[in-house]
């Protein structure tokens, strides 16, 4: 099992950044693929922003040079740099594992966190 425990969201202006980060738990060798998703009111969950174990990185198309997704596989830990918010930016974020390596073999399962809300001024 994978503990997810997010941190960094808030409250912040328009133009304004923040920077989210996920630290993950439990009993594992190693993480898959690594991210976040998000998710407005009335809205489906999106994807935002995905990184491999091996660095390759996976954007919205509405993040794509403002977010930048980066992890540090010593602390599976995932971060999220958000700059430029904009208020269509607002939502509860959540990070998200897929893929765990144990010692024995590896599972293909998906992880969640409880979500973090980033809320957007104009």
């Known amino acids: 099992q994978v503990q997810l425990v997010e941190s960094g969201g808030g409250l912040v202006q328009a133009g304004g950044s923040l920077r989210l980060s996920c630290a993950a738990s439990g009993t594992f060798f190693s993480l898959n693929s690594m991210g976040w998703y998000r998710q407005a009111p009335g809205k489906q969950r999106e994807l935002v922003a995905t990184m491999g174990s091996g660095g390759s990185t996976n954007y919205a198309d509405s993040v794509k040079g403002r977010f930048t997704i980066s992890r540090d596989n010593a602390k599976n830990t995932v971060f999220l740099q958000m700059n430029s918010l904009e208020p269509e930016d607002t939502a509860v974020y959540y990070c998200?594992?897929?893929?765990?390596?144990?010692?024995?073999?590896?599972?293909?399962?998906?992880?969640w966190g409880q979500g973090t809300q980033v809320t957007v001024s104009s």
């Open positions: 998200n594992v897929y893929g765990v390596w144990t010692t024995v073999k590896f599972y293909r399962n998906d992880f």
